[in-house]
Nanobody, 122 residues
């Protein structure tokens, strides 16, 4: 299971740090991704990190503002979000992919967390 947390209400320009804690199994060999879904829109890729943490990739919309990281000893992945914008408002989901490499395609992910709401006010 994946449990996402850390969402909330923040003003534009502010920061939030999301966490995704895994339980029931170890995800240290899985690539971990973050996706988001805004009201009325499809779920979209945000960021991904390889199982070793040596490789990361970001959506253009968040590049330079968001940072994905992981602590395999704690079975947890993080998403540090800085310089938040109103358009970042969405439910954020973490997901695990068994290949360990990581992709931007949500259909290739094996496990999903329940989501955490991020709301950025202008």
């Amino acid at each position: 299971q994946l449990q996402a947390s850390g969402g909330g209400l923040v003003q534009a320009g502010g920061s939030l740090r999301l966490s995704c804690a895994a339980s029931g199994r170890t995800f240290s060999r899985y690539a971990m991704g973050w996706f988001r879904q805004a009201p009325g829109k499809e779920r979209e890729f945000v960021a991904v990190i390889s199982w070793k943490g040596s490789s990361t990739y970001y959506a253009d919309s968040v590049k330079g503002r968001f940072t994905i990281s992981r602590d395999n000893a704690k079975n947890t992945v993080y998403l540090q979000m800085n310089s938040l914008k109103p358009e970042d408002t969405a439910v954020y989901y973490c997901a695990a992919q068994g290949s360990g490499v990581g992709t931007t395609s949500l259909i290739e992910y094996d496990y999903w967390g329940q989501g955490t709401q991020v709301t950025v006010s202008s």
